[in-house]
C-alpha cells in the first residue's frame, strides 16, 4: 500500500539559511498535518490542511509557512533557521481528519 | 487547550510479561485516541486506536481501554517480545470547534523487554 512520502530525509543547513521540507500524502486522503519532534520530545503539532486549506495552526513560529497544493502535497518552508530548529519533521496525512499516517519523516540539522 | 500525560516515563519487563501503559487526557470534547510506536529515528507507527463510544478494544496481544468519566485511556501488551521495544505515545484528538483533528501526544513510554 502506498505511504506517506517526504523529501528529502535529511538536510543540513547553516543558521539564517531556508529550507523546504515536501511532504506527499497517501493517495485520496484530504488532510495533512505537520509535526515536530525534538530528541527525546513526543511529536508537536505544527499545522495542518483540508482540502487544500489551512485548517489548524499549533505552535509554528512565525519564520515558517506551509500551503497546500491543488494535487493535494504540501511544503513547510523554513526561513531565518535557528539551532533550535533541529529536529526530525513528520508529516502524516488522514482520510478523515481522524487517523493519521506518518510518513518516514525529514531529519534537519542546522549548523 | 488539550493536555496529555503519560505513564511511566520508562518501563522495564521480562519477555513474556504484561506491560501497560496509562494516559490521561484533559479536554472532555476529545474523542479519538490513538497509539503509535516509534523505533529511534523511524516515524510513529499506529498500533491501536480507540473512539470514545466504545471502552475496550482488542487486537491480538495488544489492548486498549478508555474511561471517559476519568478521563484516561490505557495501553496493554501481553506476551512482550523484545521486538516490542520501542518508544509508545498515546495522544488525544480534539473534536471541539473548527478542529481537522490535530492530535495532541502524551510525553512518550520507553518500554525495554529483556529476553
Known amino acids: 500500500a502506498a505511504g506517506v512520502i517526504q523529501s528529502p530525509r535529511h538536510l543540513i543547513k547553516e543558521k539564517r539559511e531556508t529550507a523546504t521540507l515536501k511532504c506527499y500524502p497517501i493517495p485520496r486522503h484530504d488532510t495533512v498535518y505537520w509535526y515536530q519532534q525534538g530528541p527525546g520530545q513526543d511529536p508537536q503539532f505544527l499545522i495542518s490542511?483540508?482540502?487544500?486549506?489551512?485548517?489548524d495552526k499549533g505552535s509554528i513560529p512565525d519564520r515558517f509557512s506551509a500551503q497546500q497544493f491543488s494535487d493535494y502535497h504540501s511544503e513547510l518552508n523554513m526561513s531565518s533557521l535557528e539551532l533550535g530548529d533541529s529536529a526530525l519533521y513528520f508529516c502524516a496525512s488522514s482520510p478523515n481528519k481522524e487517523t493519521q499516517y506518518f510518513g518516514p519523516g525529514t531529519r534537519l540539522l542546522v549548523l | 487547550g488539550e493536555n496529555v500525560e503519560q505513564h511511566p516515563s520508562t518501563l522495564s519487563v521480562q519477555e513474556g510479561d504484561s506491560a501497560v501503559i496509562k494516559c490521561t487526557y484533559s479536554d472532555s470534547a476529545s474523542n479519538y485516541f490513538p497509539w503509535y510506536k516509534q523505533e529511534l529515528g523511524k516515524r510513529p507507527q499506529l498500533i491501536i486506536d480507540?473512539?470514545?463510544?466504545?471502552g475496550e478494544k482488542k487486537d491480538q496481544r495488544i489492548a486498549v481501554t478508555l474511561n471517559k468519566t476519568a478521563k484516561h485511556f490505557s495501553l496493554h501488551i501481553t506476551e512482550t517480545q523484545p521486538e516490542d521495544s520501542a518508544v509508545y505515545f498515546c495522544?488525544?484528538?480534539?473534536?471541539?470547534?473548527?478542529?481537522?483533528?490535530?492530535?495532541?501526544f502524551g510525553q512518550g513510554t520507553i518500554l525495554t523487554v529483556h529476553p
Open positions: 480507540i473512539r470514545s463510544n466504545v
Open positions: 490542511f483540508y482540502e487544500k486549506m489551512q485548517s
Open positions: 495522544a488525544a484528538r480534539f473534536a471541539g470547534g473548527t478542529s481537522y483533528g490535530k492530535l495532541t
